[in-house]
């Protein structure tokens, strides 16, 4: 049986194909999960000097906390957590003022977009 260049091509490429597909679908199952991005935007004039980030599912608890938000700052945050369970965003405002909202729980997205801002707190969902 002899192979033409045309029959060897094909099976060269069918065999890295199938090869490429396993090793991906190896490594792929050994990811422990897609995290959900947070970006925190201060739009506020002054610096927030802490934001108290607090979620939690069936087996775990997860608290973040940014530090010196500067004025007009983009800060992206990764969260082990699902998009459409909530979060909750804590902060003490320069004034005194204390801020807790909870965010995220009627979003689908990977990705939250919060708005630190003069008169409060805003999501994009």
């Known amino acids: 049986m002899t192979f033409s260049i045309r029959n060897t091509i094909l099976i ?3 065999t890295l194909l199938i090869g490429a597909s ?3 679908a190896f490594w792929k199952s050994d990811y422990p999960g ?8 201060n739009m506020r004039s002054d610096v927030i000097p802490t934001i108290t ?9 997860e608290k973040i906390i940014v530090t010196q938000l500067q004025p007009g700052e983009l800060r992206v945050i990764s969260l082990n957590h699902s998009p459409g369970k909530g979060y909750s965003i804590k902060t003490r405002l320069p004034g005194g003022e204390d801020i807790d909202v909870c965010v995220g729980k009627n979003s689908d997205r990977w990705v939250n977009h919060i708005l630190l801002g003069e008169t409060g707190i805003w999501g994009n969902d």
Do not use: W, Y
């Not at 897609?34 to 935007?41: A, D, H, W």
């Not at 980030?53 to 608890?61: A, K, L, P, R, V």
């Open 12 to 14: 060269a490429l069918t």
């Open 22 to 24: 396993a090793t991906h």
């Open 34 to 41: 897609k995290p959900l991005f947070v970006k925190l935007e």
């Open 53 to 61: 980030i607090e979620h939690g599912n069936d087996f775990s608890q």
